[in-house]
């Protein structure tokens, strides 16, 4: 007699086991993102059917680094394994899910557990070094690292083998030339230099002026002229009319930028005099357009709009801090924890888990004290917010995808019904 048992085409009608070991021992104290990646994938790996971490992310509407985060959390616990086909290239690999009993029943015992950071980075990161780090980023962005900042920073150096000195340098670049030093615009940016295999400063520099030789050209003009501000979107209009409708090189602006060494105000607009009475632009010299005139305006608003709010959270700060002092005292000591929580994942110390546990325990409390003083004093639990004109992209213009921000239309739409 033969047995024969249907076949099941939708998966959805399959079944998913899960070990009841993985819900004892793992699921208590896992996030609950890393959770949902483990049992999606997992129901893909039980009906043999590929998936990408792409696909993951978009299925579970989350980030595509929290799904790599979630894997690199999983492997550290001994639940899953990675295999690298190609060795070199670390942000693409296959998961195996791992028999959990038989780690604990076959070999005696369960794996430890333990994170590591990548070989190239064991014993890079002391804690002198850690805070060195923090401070130069701090430094760069003008403000204190706050709630979950230092960690996620601490998973890019995991997650994508990226030295501290790239970090920092990724931070320099994005304040410098792109105006944007939000945390995930950064790390959208180390993610990138890591998927090209850039993982020294030396190499993410070439590369750089290769692909964006550009904005490479204007900071040679720009510190021709003493500045170390990035330039205006209008100072951008003048330099590209200069390198693509005159046919200049760096060298002929550079000459015209001494001219401005006798005046007491150098400015871009004197340089551009310059190029034009000497006669190097030839007939191309075009009047500005008006939609570039319009587009000079609303960057221009974009910046004032920022300046005004940040300015007037920073004085409704001064008022809180004087109102309750407390508060500034509960802002210090949640900054101090986080930093604490970054050098214990570092250290891979004994106890060290349940260490960072209790300090996110502290943390969240302080979190609570501070609404409560907030609210008991008379004041909303998001005062001592920045209240962007627009929360979506905090005044910039650009979201941190890199595309406009639907606010950026609105703004041309109005600034040309005024012209």
Request: contains cysteine; glycine residues 6%.
């Amino acid at each position: 007699m033969n047995f024969k048992r249907e076949k099941i085409n939708n998966y959805y009608l399959h079944d998913t086991a899960v070990e009841n070991v993985f819900i004892n021992e793992f699921l208590p104290v896992a996030p609950g993102d890393f959770v949902r990646v483990y049992l999606f994938a997992l129901m893909y790996a039980g009906i043999s059917v590929s998936i990408n971490n792409e696909s993951i992310a978009k299925q579970l509407s989350m980030p595509v680094e929290d799904v790599l985060k979630a894997w690199t959390f999983w492997e550290g616990k001994g639940v899953v394994r990675k295999h690298y086909p190609d060795p070199a290239d670390k942000l693409h690999y296959k998961v195996e899910f791992l028999n959990l009993k038989e780690q604990i029943y076959g070999n005696g015992k369960a794996k430890s557990g333990k994170e590591k950071l990548p070989a190239n980075l064991q014993g890079l990161m002391s804690d002198k070094e850690l805070k060195k780090m923090y401070s130069r980023i701090e430094q760069i962005t003008g403000r204190f690292l706050q709630g979950k900042e230092p960690v996620t920073i601490l998973n890019w150096i995991r997650d994508y083998e990226m030295p501290p000195e790239c970090i920092v340098f990724a931070y320099e670049y994005c304040s410098k030339n792109r105006n944007n030093c939000r945390l995930n615009y950064v790390g959208a940016v180390v993610k990138e230099w890591a998927g090209r295999g850039l993982k020294t400063v030396a190499g993410i520099e070439a590369h750089l002026q290769e692909t964006d030789n550009r904005h490479y050209l204007y900071r040679r003009v720009m510190k021709a002229l003493g500045f170390t501000r990035n330039p205006t979107e209008e100072e951008k209009r003048i330099m590209d009319t200069w390198f693509d409708d005159y046919n200049l090189d760096i060298d002929q602006v550079l000459e015209a930028c001494k001219k401005t060494s006798g005046i007491s105000n150098p400015n871009i607009n004197y340089v551009n005099t310059v190029l034009t009475s000497k006669g190097k632009a030839g007939d191309g010299v075009q009047k500005e357009s008006a939609g570039d005139s319009l587009i000079a305006m609303v960057m221009r608003s974009y910046e004032e709009d920022r300046l005004a709010n940040e300015a007037a959270a920073e004085e409704r700060r001064k008022e809180v801090y004087k109102a309750v002092p407390r508060i500034r005292e509960i802002e210090e000591e949640i900054r101090k924890i986080s930093m604490e929580i970054s050098k214990l994942m570092l250290s891979r110390g004994e106890g060290a888990k349940v260490k960072i546990e209790e300090l996110k325990r502290r943390a969240d409390a302080l979190t609570g004290e501070r609404s409560y003083l907030l609210t008991d004093n008379n004041f909303k639990i998001n005062y001592l917010d920045v209240w962007y004109t627009c929360p979506k992209c905090k005044d910039m213009g650009i979201l941190d995808s890199g595309a406009r921000c639907p606010c950026f239309a609105v703004k041309l739409d109005e600034f040309g019904k005024k012209v």
